[in-house]
């Protein structure tokens, strides 16, 4: 078949994708890699010793269907029950369903979001047909239109879906949960509330996927609980949204050995809880550090800082760190490329981090 009729077999939709770019998985040996937002400390030894346990005939066997029971424990740490609950094959995949099961393929159906926030949203959008409603965020990344939310600004209080990065990336803010419910309740479609960051950060909103029918919190077991690999994230809300969402997944959605790692997971958040505080002094640490190197670090509620480096364009930074060995985030998007975002790492990489900043900065290039 010629190219030209090869091409004909997409749909025209898929044609002008532009796919998301997710962050670089380079195996440099030596590498210190801050541009995932990875955890820097492995799963804890019980959930270690519990996947490889796991890895036996059993592979042959399809996995639970629902999660069942990592949806129970789930339940009993947020005091809901499973029929509360869905699980995903990251979050990633709860968001793409959420754009499926709650906006229609049409340029009347909006998906609304901040920018800058989490760049897969507008992907989602366009990978289903609906459309867009970005909304700048203020240049300190608070949310728009608070207090005094009023019909006409910036907000469509009637998008089909909203979905609300909090605290939120890359800018590594937090809004208060008090502001979360205003805004919730002006809007009358579904509203997500993305929380991939929250366990480092002061306050969760996820009493308003409980009190709220038309509100979902998403949560995700890669960032804060070290599972990356293992792809595993949560929707909570009203039973008869995650009932919708229940119909639009695949059978199957959730593999074996994730449900198994997140349900130990669940049984050891006391060594997780150890971790979190140790990324929080690290991370302030660090900020202290680089704006006494003339930095400029925005606080942050996350396991990442946004700052915007002094001397050099960013984007010069990021190749600068990367000839030794560091790896940072640079976004091209015109909000944010004057900075650069840093994962928290352990103590020692950010050591070997400001060492290699001062190094530059000393150089003058
Ligand atoms: C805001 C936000 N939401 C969701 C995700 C996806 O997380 P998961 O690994 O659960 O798919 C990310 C990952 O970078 C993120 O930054």
């Given at each position: 078949?010629?190219?030209?009729?090869?091409?004909?077999?997409?749909?025209?939709?898929?044609?002008?994708?532009?796919?998301?770019?997710?962050?670089?998985?380079?195996?440099?040996?030596?590498?210190?890699?801050?541009?995932?937002?990875?955890?820097?400390?492995?799963?804890?030894?019980?959930?270690?010793?519990?996947?490889?346990?796991?890895?036996?005939?059993?592979?042959?066997?399809?996995?639970?269907?629902?999660?069942?029971?990592?949806?129970?424990?789930?339940?009993?740490?947020?005091?809901?029950?499973?029929?509360?609950?869905?699980?995903?094959?990251?979050?990633?995949?709860?968001?793409?369903?959420?754009?499926?099961?709650?906006?229609?393929?049409?340029?009347?159906?909006?998906?609304?979001?901040?920018?800058?926030?989490?760049?897969?949203?507008?992907?989602?959008?366009?990978?289903?047909?609906a459309?867009?409603?970005?909304?700048?965020?203020?240049?300190?990344?608070?949310?728009?239109?608070?207090?005094?939310?009023?019909?006409?600004?910036?907000?469509?209080?009637?998008?089909?879906?909203?979905?609300v990065?909090?605290?939120?990336?890359?800018?590594?803010?937090?809004?208060?949960?008090?502001?979360?419910d205003?805004?919730?309740?002006?809007?009358?479609?579904?509203?997500?509330?993305?929380?991939?960051?929250?366990?480092?950060?002061?306050?969760?909103?996820?009493?308003?996927?409980?009190?709220?029918p038309?509100?979902?919190?998403s949560?995700?077991?890669?960032?804060?609980?070290?599972?990356?690999?293992q792809?595993?994230?949560?929707?909570?809300?009203?039973?008869?949204?995650?009932?919708?969402?229940?119909?639009?997944?695949?059978?199957?959605?959730?593999?074996?050995?994730?449900?198994?790692?997140?349900?130990?997971?669940?049984?050891?958040?006391?060594?997780?809880r150890?971790?979190?505080?140790?990324?929080?002094?690290?991370?302030?640490?660090?900020?202290?550090?680089?704006?006494?190197?003339?930095?400029?670090?925005?606080?942050?509620?996350?396991?990442?800082?946004?700052?915007r480096?002094?001397?050099?364009?960013?984007?010069?930074?990021?190749?600068?760190?990367?000839?030794?060995?560091?790896?940072?985030?640079?976004?091209?998007?015109?909000?944010?490329?004057?900075?650069?975002?840093i994962?928290?790492?352990?103590?020692?990489?950010?050591?070997?981090?400001?060492?290699?900043?001062?190094?530059?900065?000393?150089?003058?290039?």
């Amino acid at each position: 078949m010629n190219p030209t009729r090869l091409k004909k077999l997409i749909r025209p939709l898929v044609q002008k994708l532009h796919a998301y770019v997710p962050g670089e998985q380079p195996k440099i040996p030596g590498l210190i890699k801050l541009n995932t937002n990875e955890n820097p400390y492995p799963p804890s030894p019980h959930v270690l010793k519990t996947v490889q346990a796991a890895v036996d005939g059993r592979l042959r066997l399809y996995p639970n269907p629902t999660a069942e029971r990592l949806r129970a424990k789930l339940a009993r740490l947020h005091r809901c029950t499973p029929d509360h609950l869905i699980i995903g094959n990251g979050s990633d995949e709860l968001l793409a369903l959420a754009v499926r099961t709650f906006t229609e393929p049409s340029p009347k159906s909006r998906v609304q979001y901040f920018t800058p926030s989490y760049s897969l949203y507008p992907v989602l959008a366009d990978t289903h047909g609906a459309a867009k409603n970005p909304v700048p965020l203020n240049p300190d990344f608070s949310m728009p239109g608070l207090p005094g939310l009023k019909r006409g600004q910036v907000w469509d209080f009637n998008a089909a879906l909203t979905l609300v990065t909090t605290p939120n990336a890359p800018g590594g803010r937090g809004y208060p949960t008090a502001e979360l419910d205003k805004f919730c309740r002006a809007q009358q479609g579904v509203v997500v509330l993305d929380e991939a960051y929250v366990d480092f950060a002061d306050e969760n909103a996820l009493k308003l996927a409980l009190k709220h029918p038309h509100v979902l919190v998403s949560r995700t077991f890669s960032k804060a609980y070290s599972l990356c690999f293992q792809r595993v994230g949560y929707f909570v809300g009203h039973p008869d949204l995650i009932a919708a969402l229940h119909k639009m997944r695949d059978s199957y959605n959730v593999n074996g050995l994730g449900q198994i790692a997140a349900e130990a997971t669940l049984d050891d958040l006391k060594y997780y809880r150890a971790n979190f505080r140790q990324i929080l002094t690290t991370r302030e640490q660090l900020s202290r550090q680089l704006t006494k190197l003339g930095f400029r670090v925005l606080p942050s509620q996350t396991n990442f800082i946004l700052t915007r480096p002094p001397l050099f364009p960013a984007e010069q930074w990021l190749q600068k760190l990367r000839d030794r060995k560091i790896l940072v985030r640079w976004f091209g998007a015109k909000e944010v490329r004057d900075y650069l975002r840093i994962t928290i790492g352990t103590p020692a990489e950010a050591e070997a981090l400001v060492r290699a900043v001062s190094a530059i900065a000393a150089e003058g290039g």
